[in-house]
């Protein structure tokens, strides 16, 4: 009976956890704390022991009221939707546990248990979308999604965030209404939305109806394009990112871009089919983007003032990688892919929560306020740093093992260009984080240079779940193989 | 000839009616400064899509797929695309009251909801010494 539905309890902790929540009406009790903590925890537990399920290749498969797929819902759990859950819920399950303290600095009071509400929607979506094999679900998860995280930047009630959350909103709807529009052009000349059956219908489709099939590809990628903030279609991402409170941009910029990515990828993958994707031409296309992603976001991301905006630009670039190595369409670049996606959350995450540290306490947003930091908050400043090296690719650091990777499956691709990119690309990163970093420690514009240390004066719910960020991205990049012996079974499942 | 290539362009009538529909709403959203407006582009995309949907599932000369005692069956219209738009309005819905209670609080707080003037004093704000 337990392994029968368990890959859906994982999906059910979060969802019941968001309709308890609202009973609550004290943002500050240690009531709510217990129940959301309690609920992410519960999820996190769920998750590994289905990602323990699927380790062997085993594959969990799950009709919605025991309805045939064709006419229901069904859900496929394979390693990859078992692991990137856990990831997911992993990653969402520190940062929850880091906004006990920090949303108390952007929310009122009788605010804080609809943002965990919000919250938990929104995990719930993810692990859905994940999980899902049906296109009309995947529409309705992303939307659930589209919706909360919108949800997660306007409850702050500024007049920027309003303005943020509206233009996300416009622009995330037009790609929702283009993806939907993709999945009518596909079931027109299939009479299906179950993807595997798609899948296995495609070739006859391919030859009979390719117009179909083209015009579907098109709204598809153009609606993940915008979802994923894709490099031109991106411009919703930095007002979004930057005016949302501090959790809400680590889980935004850190989980929820991806989703869409791995959504673009089941549909590009298991659907329409790699043959198909090779005949158009299409991965050269994709690979273009991609590349100028990596570019024009870390060249914007130079000219920011915003400590936030600096790191929601360069999370357009780090979307531009991941893009690039899916692409790619090969087992090498799919796995440089997966890696990158799992160390840009811990990286993007801990820089996020490090300089919402710092805003929480001293109040600073502006890098260029930021000299003798290191000396205000030097815990905060490391693990800001840790991540910052993370990005730019320093040896020993997770983000350098994901590069080194993604350099190899370009040159299996035939793409050797690519890699002078990467090269540049990086070079950008390092131009925009290290004067942060060398302003907070070497404090050269400071008026005078502190002769000692100040301890953060963080909560334990703040520095811990930093903490656990930082280690697992030294571990990750000390020991990749770690990562490596799991996201290297996950390629052949799309290929 | 000519007869029967407007009997195409009617038996399709609901497609183009959809891809109108869809790039009317697209202009609306981009080039309109009134958020109201813009809302009801997203709507009118919204509206294109359903339609296109619901097209797809009707069968030409096909009875409505309610079986009776003694039904021989035959050719019915299929209710699955139209079950999954009853979905995508009450999606469409959600965002639309999402939306117009965010220019409702765009409103109390800048007293307008034109984009343009919500952007001049944003700008005149950030060039304020006291930002």
């Known amino acids: ?495 | 000839m000519i007869y029967s290539f407007w009997i195409q362009i009617l038996e399709h009538v609901n497609y183009i009616g959809a891809a109108c529909l869809f790039v009317v709403g697209l202009y609306t959203v981009v080039t309109h400064n009134n958020f109201i407006k813009k809302i009801i582009g997203i709507n009118i995309m919204e509206t294109s899509v359903f339609l296109l949907f619901v097209s797809i599932g009707f069968v030409h000369g096909a009875s409505p797929p309610v079986l009776t005692l003694g039904d021989t069956g035959g050719p019915f219209v299929n209710p699955l695309p139209s079950a999954l738009i009853l979905t995508g309005i009450v999606v469409g819905v959600s965002i639309t009251v999402y939306g117009l209670s965010m220019v409702i609080q765009i409103h109390q707080l800048y007293g307008t909801i034109e984009l343009d003037e919500i952007l001049d004093t944003e700008e005149s704000k950030d060039d304020s010494p006291h930002a």
């Open chain 1, 1 to 495: 009976m337990l392994s029968l539905h368990l890959p859906v309890y994982a999906l059910l902790a979060p969802l019941i956890a968001a309709l308890i929540l609202p009973l609550t009406t004290d943002g500050d009790s240690r009531q709510l704390r217990y129940i959301v903590g309690g609920a992410a925890l519960c999820a996190t537990a769920l998750a590994a022991v289905s990602l323990k399920g699927t380790l062997g290749g085993d594959v969990y498969t799950y009709y919605f009221g025991n309805w045939i797929p064709g006419v229901g819902i069904e859900f496929v759990i394979n390693i990859f939707s078992s692991f990137m859950s856990l990831v997911v819920v992993f990653i969402s399950t520190l940062v929850i546990f880091y906004a006990f303290r920090n949303i108390t600095h952007d929310l009122a009071q009788h605010l804080i248990p609809y943002y965990f509400t919000l919250i938990f929607l929104m995990l719930f979506a993810m692990v859905g979308m994940i999980y899902t094999n049906d296109l009309f679900n995947l529409y309705v998860f992303m939307e659930i999604l589209s919706l909360t995280s919108c949800a997660i930047v306007s409850i702050k009630r500024k007049g920027r965030n309003l303005l943020a959350s509206l233009k996300y909103l416009m622009q995330g709807t037009i790609g929702s209404v283009s993806i939907l529009m993709g999945i009518a052009f596909l079931y027109m000349v299939s009479g299906n939305l179950n993807m595997s059956a798609l899948a296995e219908l495609m070739p006859d489709i391919w030859q009979s109806h390719s117009i179909n099939v083209l015009i579907s590809i098109g709204f598809i990628l153009t609606g993940f394009g915008i979802k994923a903030a894709v490099f031109p279609l991106h411009t919703w991402l930095p007002d979004a990112h930057s005016s949302a409170p501090t959790p809400s941009s680590a889980l935004l910029s850190g989980l929820v871009v991806k989703i869409y990515l791995f959504a673009a990828m089941k549909l590009l993958f298991q659907v329409i089919g790699v043959d198909i994707m090779r005949e158009v031409g299409l991965q050269l296309f994709l690979v273009l983007f991609a590349v100028s992603g990596m570019i024009m976001g870390s060249v914007f991301a130079i000219g920011q003032t915003d400590i936030k905006r600096v790191l929601a630009y360069s999370s357009v670039a780090q979307i531009g990688y991941i893009a690039l190595g899916i692409s790619l369409a090969s087992p090498a670049g799919l796995n440089a892919a997966f890696f990158h996606v799992v160390a840009h959350a811990l990286m993007k995450g801990a820089l996020f929560l490090s300089a919402g540290a710092m805003i929480f306490t001293t109040g600073k947003r502006n890098v260029n306020e930021f000299s003798g930091m290191g000396y205000r908050m030097p815990f905060s400043m490391t693990v800001f740093t840790i991540g910052a090296f993370g990005m730019i690719g320093i040896p020993g650091f997770a983000g350098f093992i994901s590069k080194w990777y993604l350099g190899l499956a370009v040159l299996d691709g035939g793409h050797p260009w690519i890699l002078l990119i990467i090269l540049l690309s990086s070079l950008l990163n390092a131009m925009y984080y290290l004067p942060i970093i060398i302003k907070a420690f070497l404090c050269h514009e400071c008026e005078t240079v502190p002769s000692v240390m100040e301890r953060d004066g963080l909560p334990a719910t703040m520095w811990v779940p930093m903490a656990i960020m930082a280690v697992l991205i030294v571990l990750l990049g000390v020991f990749p193989q770690l990562l490596m012996n799991i996201t290297g079974q996950m390629p052949h499942l799309f290929l």
